[in-house]
């Protein structure tokens, strides 16, 4: 369960995260799981992305789009390309790890089939392919 608190911080996050395009798209996505890595860590912003996300989609009757290992996989490679920089600013970051802003990046980690299934949906499952690391596998 969800503390107020922690609502307002994503709630935050999330409207930073938007500001500049109004849209929520993938870039807007990895801008927001940045600020929360900056903001709680890298586990604590797994959960505080993983239940914000989990709980907008419900929202927006779309709980489907919810997906564990996608959400938790995201955090990892932020959390390291932030280690790695520890870059002030979104967009010094974002130009500096460029490979974060494609939404097939997940594909050079896992088998399309582990990122579909039912498992990977609703619990983490390890990468198949390659370790979630830098530097990102070609």
């Given at each position: ?83 790695e920089c520890g870059l002030p600013d979104f967009e010094a970051f974002a130009a500096r790890h460029a490979g974060l802003l494609d939404k097939g990046l997940l594909d050079r980690f896992y088998r399309p ?26």
């Amino acid at each position: 369960m969800t503390s107020p608190s922690t609502d307002n911080v994503f709630r935050e996050l999330m409207a930073e995260a938007m500001a500049a395009t109004g849209g929520f798209g993938h870039r807007e996505h990895v801008h927001l799981t940045w600020l929360a890595v900056r903001r709680v860590g890298m586990p604590g912003a797994v959960a505080l992305v993983g239940e914000g996300i989990e709980r907008t989609a419900r929202a927006a009757g779309a709980p489907g789009k919810f997906h564990v290992t996608m959400t938790r996989a995201w955090v990892e490679l932020v959390a390291g390309c932030e280690a790695e920089c520890g870059l002030p600013d979104f967009e010094a970051f974002a130009a500096r790890h460029a490979g974060l802003l494609d939404k097939g990046l997940l594909d050079r980690f896992y088998r399309p089939a582990t990122l579909s299934s039912a498992e990977a949906r609703a619990r983490w499952v390890e990468p198949d392919l390659a370790p979630l690391a830098l530097p990102f596998p070609s």
